[in-house]
């Protein structure tokens, strides 16, 4: 092998190894995304409500690493709220909540997806 080729093996390497880390990150932020769809729709009382902001908060730290903090308190806070509903007697609240959770896990998702927008 040529001293003048080991640049381009190098480079070759750590374009593979970024892409492989991007890759695992692309999924396991969608299997976050997608056990919180899971409960955020099986949310009927305050228990299953709890459950969710359980999940959620032993979850924060690790996406913390790759999402944006914005995107990250736009859910915890959504969760709080439906949390916050879900111990109260209205009924009307806690489906606009699941809504906001839902928008906010979407978000959190858009931004670790394979594309253009996030490219640039």
């Not at 976050?32 to 924060?60: C, H, M, Q």
């Amino acid at each position: 092998m040529k001293k003048r080729n080991l640049p381009i093996i190098a480079s070759a390497v750590l374009i593979a190894i970024l892409a492989f880390g991007t890759a695992i990150n692309f999924i396991y932020i969608n299997n976050v995304g997608n056990t919180l769809t899971e409960l955020t729709l099986s949310v009927t009382s305050r228990e299953s409500a709890a459950e969710l902001r359980d999940y959620w908060e032993s979850k924060t730290k690790s996406v913390s690493i790759t999402v944006s903090n914005s995107a990250i308190e736009r859910l915890t806070d959504a969760i709080d709220t439906l949390v916050c509903y879900a111990e109260s007697t209205r009924d009307d609240e806690p489906a606009r909540s699941i809504e906001l959770v839902l928008n906010a896990i979407d978000g959190m998702r858009r931004l670790e997806r394979f594309s253009i927008s996030n490219i640039m």
